[in-house]
């Protein structure tokens, strides 16, 4: 395995030479614990920054939040001059979203830089407008020769590790940054909604962890502004909001959005919540996570509400991103039989089915917030994954799995691989049917990489009935480690535009490469 590693093109470094100083502008709000109201009089200001989510070749979603109600202007530019720059009147921010709002942009040329700022005005005087925060992203290509680089991973703030300012907050954000990727798909557990922030965590060695607190993230997020709270706490980050102003993303969400292993119907058995419907509590956050992310499958671009969606980014590449968290049955051995409902539940199943076979890119991600063959318990009995161990024939959860990969084998598609995180450690795994209790598949690989910013985790066995290989693994032997402990993980991929190699690079905080893997397209089995 090769372990060279090709800078960012010479054509997109010119585009982004001057731009990528652009959002380093931008600011701590001034009162970032504190309600609109409360801000100081004068011109709305967009202090927690801007980000882009779900661009195509022609459309992408750009957001931002005002520090009181304001309405959202967005220009756009080819250039970062802003000469004869295109306008675009976006909605009224007010306590309806907690001042959130997000401007859909159409009719934008592929394969380009877009330069674009964001501007606040006085609903009342629209004269009066704020500095405006600029942001940028390419929007995706029509022809296959462009080369394609993206990064995933997640876990933001878990276990009550949040932003150390004696540590320069969320450094992995600002590395991934000057990888200069195409996009950033953040595979879930983007809030730990069930794990609040403390001003300080004394470490094994007798060292200080210090926090950067929010009253909000002091406690578990029931109500509706704790989660608001919540999702906006990672933005006073510096990091991550000049992150979001270079790099545009696409979003799912998992369990730590709401509580540890949620599932519908769930009644919640923690002493901390006096809200003990987890139905309640997921609605809250997804309304929640639909004001803090441009996602064009949520309110206000689509009134269905979903997180699952197909995102294109060219003939090369197919983003299918998953929701395994709101569709799923109750979390149990998993050991049925019969199991219709599974993780994805029938309607997203048949979804992702039809999208595959639909599917002409080279390559088809499967961006999965968890792993198929890692064995994921909830509790001594029960399984929060797919895997429950049982090396045999499908049952429970696995019984939706192998339909699906059953799918892909019948309707050679080709070019399928997952990306997940969920367990926070990374690794790889190769599974084929030679080494599997289900034949009825073709051999594929699943890379996790994660956290971000969170505890690391001891590595689980493996379920057999896909037959896994770890062909890598890097885990802490203990749990919850801190991120001074163990450094935090994401990983990269790269597909070439000549020939439509793809390489996956699981890489480490400080920008070391653990592990690499070359595919090469339209084979099956590799």
């Known amino acids: 395995m090769s372990q060279r590693e090709p800078s960012p093109s010479p054509r997109r470094r010119s585009v982004l030479r001057g731009s990528l100083a652009v959002p380093a502008a931008l600011t701590v709000p001034a009162l970032a614990g504190a309600a609109p109201s409360l801000a100081l009089a004068g011109r709305p200001e967009a202090g927690w920054g801007v980000q882009a989510g779900d661009v195509t070749a022609h459309a992408g979603l750009v957001w931002t939040r005002s520090d009181r109600p304001a309405r959202m202007i ?42 674009y700022r964001v501007l606040l005005a006085d609903p009342d005087d629209p004269r009066r407008a704020g500095r405006p925060v600029g942001g940028t992203f390419r929007t995706t290509p029509k022809g296959r020769k462009e080369d394609v680089r993206f990064l995933w991973s997640g876990d933001i703030a878990g276990q009550g590790w949040g932003i150390n300012p004696d540590r ?112 309640v509590l997921a609605r809250r956050s997804l309304r929640a996570f639909s004001e803090y992310f441009p996602v064009s499958t949520l309110p206000p671009g689509d009134e269905d509400g979903r997180v ?67 064995v994921v318990s909830d509790g001594r009995v029960n399984f929060e994954a797919v895997g429950q161990g049982d090396p045999g024939a499908p049952l429970g959860r696995e019984l939706q799995i192998a339909e699906l990969l059953r799918h892909i084998k019948h309707g050679k598609i080709t070019g399928t691989l997952w990306l997940t995180t969920d367990v926070h450690y990374t690794s790889a795994q190769h599974y084929d049917p030679s080494r599997a209790g289900f034949k009825d598949f073709a051999p594929f690989w699943e890379f996790v990489s994660g956290p971000l910013a969170a505890g690391g985790f001891p590595a689980t066995q493996l379920d057999g009935t896909f037959g896994p290989e770890q062909k890598f693994i890097k885990a802490p032997s203990r749990a919850n480690t801190s991120p001074v402990e163990t450094p935090q993980y994401f990983g990269e991929v790269d597909i070439d535009g000549g020939s439509g190699e793809l390489t996956v690079r699981l890489r480490q905080e400080g920008g070391g490469v653990l592990f690499t893997q070359v595919l090469q397209p339209g084979r099956v089995g590799q």
């Open 74 to 115: 967005v220009e756009t530019s080819a250039t970062e001059s802003f000469r004869n720059p295109r306008r675009w009147h976006g909605p009224l921010l007010g306590p309806d979203t907690d001042f959130t709002g997000t401007t859909r942009l159409h009719g934008l040329p592929a394969g380009e830089q877009i330069h």
């Open 168 to 279: 320069g907050g969320y450094r992995i954000f600002e590395e991934m940054r000057r990888r200069d990727p195409d996009f950033f798909l953040c595979s879930g557990d983007n809030i730990y909604a069930d794990s609040p922030i403390l001003p300080s965590v004394t470490l094994t060695d007798g060292s200080v962890w210090r926090n950067v607190t929010t009253e909000e993230k002091s406690k578990v997020a029931e109500t509706l502004a704790e989660f608001r709270g919540a999702f906006r706490y990672n933005l006073l980050d510096e990091n991550l909001r000049r992150f979001n102003a270079q790099v545009p993303s696409i979003v799912q969400w998992d369990d730590h959005e709401v509580h540890n292993n949620w599932y519908p119907g769930q009644i919640l058995d923690d002493q901390r919540y006096t809200e003990k419907s987890v139905d």
């Open 308 to 374: 699952y969606r197909v995102m294109r980014h060219g003939p090369l590449l197919d983003v299918f991103v998953l929701d395994m968290r709101t569709y799923r049955n109750a979390n149990s051995p998993g050991r049925q039989p019969d199991d219709t409902t599974g993780i994805l539940g029938a309607r997203q199943l048949a979804w992702l089915k039809r999208e595959l076979s639909r599917s002409r890119a080279v390559w088809k991600v499967i961006a999965s917030d968890m792993p198929l063959g890692i």
